[in-house]
């Protein structure tokens, strides 16, 4: 006994075709990526600078697609450097003066013969410095005082400024800037005292008493000529200005030896 079963159709193709040519018809073919317009040769720059600017420095670029001249300015670099030279310096622009600041700090050198003239053009640059210096030398002695000295620098201005205008009346003439600039370069004693003590064993107490007199004594006479010298009614006063003067750097020097 046989058994039929359903054989479906079989549709064929069109001639001369294939399923793999088919399916490569309809895929698309890429098309070509974007080109630029092409210039004549000779006539492709870049513009670096307007024309106005000065003159052009040209350059030529081998054949190719981009082949021409490129031109650039060359008298903007020129008038850049030129303005650069006729700058100022940093330091100068800051107001800060080596050369004045190391001529105050050698005036102080000599108590005896202190050149006031130099110190007629109050600054603060030399007191940061010398601030820098004491608060240096504290910390290579186990101190960590920076905000103490900053401190008592600011009060000793304010105090010395305060006495000074009382004592001279309406013919008090001596600024609080000047005060803090005569205050900190008068520190320098008291500097090198900070640097002095460091070889100077803790337990030498009476040697460490002589020469923290020592050089309060200095700082209080630079101090007190600079004040009388450069303020008008300060030579009648000295006794009391020396007084007040003997008082600020005795703080300062307390926080050395102790």
Request: net charge neutral; proline share 9%.
């Amino acid at each position: 006994m046989t058994k039929d079963f359903p054989i479906p159709p079989v549709v064929f193709p069109p001639s001369g075709s294939s399923p793999a040519t088919a399916n490569v018809q309809q895929r698309r073919v890429p098309t070509a990526p974007y080109q630029p317009p092409r210039s004549s040769p000779g006539s492709f720059s870049i513009p670096f600078m307007p024309s106005e600017i000065g003159s052009s420095v040209a350059t030529s670029v081998p054949a190719g697609p981009f082949s021409g001249t490129i031109s650039s300015s060359s008298s903007f670099g020129r008038g850049v450097s030129a303005s650069f030279e006729d700058e100022e310096p940093l330091l100068d622009e800051l107001g800060i003066h080596p050369d004045q600041i190391w001529k105050k700090t050698r005036s102080i050198l000599n108590p005896f013969r202190i050149n006031q003239t130099v110190h007629k053009d109050s600054d603060l640059s030399g007191p940061i410095f010398l601030y820098l210096a004491l608060c240096l030398f504290q910390l290579l002695a186990g101190k960590i005082q920076f905000g103490v000295i900053l401190g008592w620098v600011v009060v000793s201005s304010i105090f010395l400024y305060i006495v000074f205008n009382m004592l001279a009346g309406r013919n008090g003439n001596l600024n609080l800037h000047t005060c803090t600039s005569l205050v900190g370069y008068s520190l320098l004693p008291v500097v090198i005292l900070s640097a002095v003590s460091l070889f100077v064993p803790q337990g030498a107490g009476p040697v460490r008493f002589v020469l923290g007199a020592a050089f309060v004594l200095w700082a209080t006479r630079a101090c007190s000529n600079l004040v009388v010298s450069l303020a008008d009614g300060g030579e009648e006063h000295r006794g009391l200005i020396s007084y007040a003067c003997f008082l600020i750097y005795t703080l300062f020097s307390l926080l050395v030896i102790f």
